[in-house]
């Protein structure tokens, strides 16, 4: 396992994650998710991922439970907040109110005394900027947060949080988690990626096999036991044109021909950039993690010409 610094900060995680979206609590119990954690963390994964709204709550329960028996000091842990937990008009959003609510429901359920890592799930157009870059910079102080940073926030309103802090003399973001993928590219790397190296704030990147599709294994149709098939996730419907599907094929010829399975195809090309911190992963299998896991080594293979061939099938370079 690699590692790399979170932007210009003195934290290292590991530059593959695991992460318990649409997993930890939907398709996998406190058994199977145990198994899975501690196979990552035996394979170097040091940085878990979470957030308050996963499956309810129960993806935070979940991990709690299942790095009881783990080093806490080894491990960095991480939640979100903004989505509607809680009931009545303040149980949402970045106000002081409901960080500070939220913070300690998911330290409880987490069974930790700290997060490394506070993410704010979305931009909160109802909560004065200032007040959430506060709240954060009070949650450090307390000791329940190490690192505050934003999720899917745009360019500017990353900016924005940033000139606060500088300007209060507070602790700024320190890292964005953007989703980033084959498919998903043109917004990070034309404002996410420039920002953050002019700021030096980390990207911990997610969804990187768009939902499983980059996989290759919507390719013949829905297996029974993909997320695709679950009740929940008829939206992925939508996703899985026919169109989409055809690239992934021609993707997976490039995989083939590099001796490397499509799922590592995409992650290295993500992973070869190197301002982003850490690739976000889900997994229901320990053979998935182990594939996933692997794509670190598939990066070299990734020449100029095998680069310039998955630009012309994707056809959305952001130059272009």
């Not at 704010?120 to 307390?142: A, G």
């Not at 911990?204 to 939902?211: A, E, N």
């Not at 013949?220 to 055809?246: F, H, K, N, Q, V």
Request: one cysteine or more.
């Amino acid at each position: 396992m690699h590692y790399r610094r979170l932007g210009k900060s003195g934290l290292k995680v590991s530059e593959i994650s695991l992460g318990s979206w649409v997993t930890f609590g939907s398709q996998l119990d406190e058994k199977a998710a145990r198994q899975l954690i501690h196979a990552a963390y035996n394979a170097g994964v040091n940085f878990f991922d979470n957030a308050d709204v996963y499956a309810d709550g129960q993806a935070e329960v979940i991990m709690g439970q299942a790095i009881k028996d783990l080093p806490r000091e080894a491990l960095v842990l991480s939640s979100k907040v903004f989505w509607p937990t809680m009931p009545g008009p303040n149980g949402r959003g970045l106000s002081r109110k409901h960080i500070t609510e939220s913070i300690h429901a998911s330290l409880r359920r987490l069974g930790t005394d700290y997060l490394d890592l506070y993410f704010c799930h979305r931009f909160d157009p109802d909560t004065p900027v200032d007040e959430v870059v506060f709240t954060m910079n009070h949650l450090i102080q307390q000791g329940k947060i190490l690192y505050w940073g934003t999720s899917e926030w745009s360019a500017a309103q990353i900016s924005l949080a940033y000139g606060v802090a500088r300007q209060y003399n507070l602790i700024p973001p320190s890292m964005e988690q953007p989703q980033y993928n084959m498919f998903q590219r043109k917004r990070f790397e034309n404002e996410i990626a420039p920002l953050a190296k002019e700021l030096g704030i980390g990207l911990t990147t997610f969804s990187p096999l768009y939902f499983g599709i980059l996989t290759g294994k919507y390719n013949d149709g829905i297996p029974e036991d993909s997320r695709a098939a679950m009740e929940s996730a008829a939206w992925m419907e939508d996703y899985l044109t026919p169109e989409r599907l055809d690239t992934v094929r021609l993707l997976e010829v490039i995989a083939a021909d590099l001796g490397i399975t499509l799922a590592q195809l995409a992650l290295a090309w993500i992973l070869r950039r190197k301002e982003i911190s850490s690739v976000i992963t889900g997994a229901t299998k320990k053979s998935q993690l182990q594939d996933n896991l692997a794509a670190s080594e598939a990066v070299t293979s990734l020449t100029d010409d095998v680069l310039a061939q998955i630009d012309e099938i994707l056809g959305n370079h952001p130059l272009e």
